[in-house]
């Protein structure tokens, strides 16, 4: 199919799906052979469960078993089934954008602009949000700002992972699996009664791929894999019938190189063949001779899109535990709910910076963090029509690198000789947030709801450079240890109205305002140290949408869609100088978009879920936005341009994706086969325009077996299965442009046994 016919397709589709919205509930339930209904799926968008119908956000909520059937083992995969959602690792992190809003810079102390929240506790870390599914209830992707019920770096949206409470029954459930590139995995969950009020539940993630997607063509080793071990247990105690307190832990080991190994991108010129050209120029020799000469010594892509050339092996290894505690207790009039959570992170890395042959920059990223929260609730149990909750949420967050390195020879350009620079700056971030929201029904069929949020932010820079000029330590130079501070004072809101047109079908309104809090550029402070200009200020969203969700014929169809437009302001945008990722404040941007999500019951047999997003985004100012210009010798020349028009950074036009789960009984068990398919339109990933992610398609399919009794299984497996080559986390630098493979085609085969 040509990439026209492909749009002609899509577009179709988007108007097949607004005309089932708008004349589906006049089609006579007669005509369809649909017996079944649609799963009822409960959400916690608005700190409390409803069903998602009735919740008046744009939510994408999957459940445990369409993660299953869809092939979805981690964050990296929820884009496939989210319309909006563009998924991604950048230097070992997760960086998610959401209708266009996300965050490119992933140093420490950095926070995503779509926030993850693990069982109602917030997770800072954009390293540790790149999950494993193992012991998932659902996940809930909640659109547009969150500013109220949610706060802080909610900006564009949230992801909340649900995970299994404990029950008292004795169950479980153990699945084992090999894949290609000699991938093995194992996954264990059991639940059950310890006495006659307590229940706890634990759950085991153990992955190992023995072989890498490429090879470093330098070293001769394996790149692009990722190993995964991890934990996690809770305990539940329920005293009485009004009360129950509940303990988590976890803890998780990963190594991987995925997103921070990375290789020239098609076309480009390493940075070698620029100080190549420099010393012959210094020669003597002439422009015309030492240009073919600068061409010939740099490195360029290696053909291969798994495989890299570097002089040094990249690689994030990440060791994250934490525990919880949850307390509710339902009073007379209120339910009260207290969430505490700690949390601690130690990240180790090392990348080749510019991914060429020759040691011109490589960087050494050990990240650290710890985080303490707390938040309390008051919620009101809905009586005469009014609706509401009260909370107050406070954190307490260190974020440092232990060091932070660069070495090799671009380090020059900074000052003659220097060869080599290490820092430990740290920030220390305090946040306090007092939030209220209500919902009142001014008829028995309208609502509205307003609610808003006040949030204090302080954060903290402590930074020390070390440099080394030469070989010996007689040529190392110290900087003086320095401490600024900041703070910001931040009001966000939430207004909406709902109606019910009947009783299977919602239409609503609002206007919210989301931010994302201000930071220090811990990575700039490795080379310029403490300053007053150091900190970016926090990004404003304020949006205005509207939606509609229905369930109709005898809820065999359901149909999601909405409508938005977003001024964005400050946006915290990253550009790579010297080797180290800065953050700066862009301008402005305005993002307008439609999105409509479909699933259909086709028959008792047949499940259909479609979902199509459709962006148009731009920066509306950007006066002074960073570029990067090929030398043609090699590397990147850094410069300024407007680039106010411009798309915005890793955002489709349009994504379309499909998923059809098919099941059959037989006289030995149930057979289902799942198919997934999923289209990117491409995006550029620098404000500037030139580098760009071309379109790529995604099809995945699963067929698998189940025993009548329910207690055995197997599944075939295979993902990516046109091969299609497309990249996590691409960028570009002084010292090139550069990619970062994501995963090839591969398969599995796995055998599951269950017990009750």
Known sequence: MTHKNFRLTVVATAVSMVVCSAFAQDIPAEKTEVNSSLEVIEVTAQRKTENLQEVPIAITAVTSVRLEKSGIKGTDDLSLVTPGLQSGRQIGSSTPFLRGVGTSASAAGDESSIATYVDGIYSPNMVS???????????????????????????????????????????????????????????????????????????????????????????????????????????????????????????????????????????????????????????????????????????????????????????????????????????????????????????PQIMDVDASRMSVQDAVLDIEMETFTQEIQLLSKNTNGYDWIIGFFYMDSTARYAPFGLDGAALGLLAPGLTSLRSSPEQLSESYAAFAQGSYDITESTKITLGGRITRDERELTSSQLFQFGEGTDYIVGIPEGTISDSWTEPTWRISIDHNLDSSALVYASYSRGFKSGVYNLAAAVTSGPNPDSAVNPEILDSVEVGYKADLLDDSIRINASMFYYDYADMQLQTVQSGAAVLLNAAEAEIKGAEVSLTWLASDNLTINSGLSLIDSEFSEFLNAPTQTPTGIGGNVTGVMDATGNKLIRTPDYTINIGADYTVFTDTGEVSANLTYYYNDGFYWEAENRLKQESYQIINALVSWTSKDEVWGVKVYGKNLLDEEYSYYSNSAQVGDAISAAPPRTFGIALLYNFY
Not at 177 to 205: C, D, M, Q
Not at 240 to 257: C, G
Request: negative net charge; proline residues 2%; hydrophobic residues 35%.
């Open 129 to 347: 949000n790149t999950y494993s599914f193992n012991n998932i209830e659902r996940i809930e992707v909640l659109k547009g700002p969150q500013g109220t019920l949610f706060g802080r770096n909610a900006t564009g949206g949230m992801i909340h992972i649900i995970t299994k409470d404990p029950i008292d029954t004795f169950e479980g459930n153990f699945e084992a699996s090999y894949g290609s590139y000699e991938t093995t995995e194992f996954k264990g969950y059991l639940t059950g009664a310890l006495s006659e009020n307590v229940s706890a539940n634990i759950a085991v993630l153990y992955n190992d791929q023995g072989e890498g997607w490429g090879t470093n063509l330098t070293t001769g080793k394996d790149v692009n894999y990722s190993n995964t071990e991890a934990v996690r247990a809770k305990v539940l105690f329920e005293p009485s019938t009004n009360t129950s307190i509940k303990l988590a832990a976890h803890y998780s080991e990963t190594e991987s190189d995925l997103g921070i190994s990375r290789q020239l991108a098609p076309g480009a010129l390493g940075i070698e063949g620029a100080l190549v050209y420099g010393g012959c120029i210094a020669s003597g020799a002439s422009d015309a001779e030492c240009v073919p000469l600068a061409i010939a010594s740099a490195s360029t892509y290696t053909g291969d899109w798994y495989n890299v050339d570097s002089n040094l092996t990249s690689i994030a290894k990440n060791r994250d535990w934490g525990t919880s505690l949850f307390i509710d207790h339902s009073f007379s009039t209120v339910d009260f709910k207290s969430i505490s959570a700690y949390q601690e992170s130690a990240s």
